[in-house]
């Protein structure tokens, strides 16, 4: 499975971006699919992820971040609303084959590149 992400950049607090993540396969549907952030300074964290039947936030971004999928498009989305000043980082879209435990980083098998989102106060 190969990633790719798009829709990162700079954006004012309260603003709204929308990342999208594009994904190589024939069986998308049946991956987990989340996304970590990495700020500068700061490890990886986890911000969202959706199952086939669940999404999954952060406390940092629930009720402003949502989650979403297209498997006819093979695509991942995440909206992102209200941002913060420390929303900035780079997001990272990733792929799970089959672990249960969303929030690691460590349950997922694929990872794209990432796109910078960058939240200017």
């Known amino acids: 499975v190969q990633l790719q992400a798009f829709g990162g950049g700079l954006v004012q607090a309260g603003g709204s971006l929308r990342l999208s993540c594009a994904a190589s396969?024939?069986?998308?549907?049946?991956?987990?699919m989340g996304w970590f952030r990495q700020a500068p300074g700061k490890e990886r964290e986890f911000v969202a992820a959706?199952?086939?039947?669940?999404?999954y936030y952060a406390d940092s971004v629930k009720g402003r971040f949502t989650i979403s999928r297209d498997n006819a498009k093979n695509t991942v989305y995440l909206q992102m609303n209200s941002l913060k000043p420390e929303d900035t980082a780079v997001y990272y879209c990733?792929?799970?084959?089959?672990?249960?435990?969303?929030?690691?980083?460590?349950?997922?098998?694929?990872w794209g590149p990432g796109t910078l989102v960058t939240v200017s106060s």
């Open positions: 396969g024939r069986t998308f549907s049946s991956y987990t």
């Open positions: 959706i199952t086939y039947r669940r999404a």
């Open positions: 990733a792929a799970s084959s089959g672990s249960n435990y969303v929030f690691s980083g460590s349950s997922y098998d694929y």
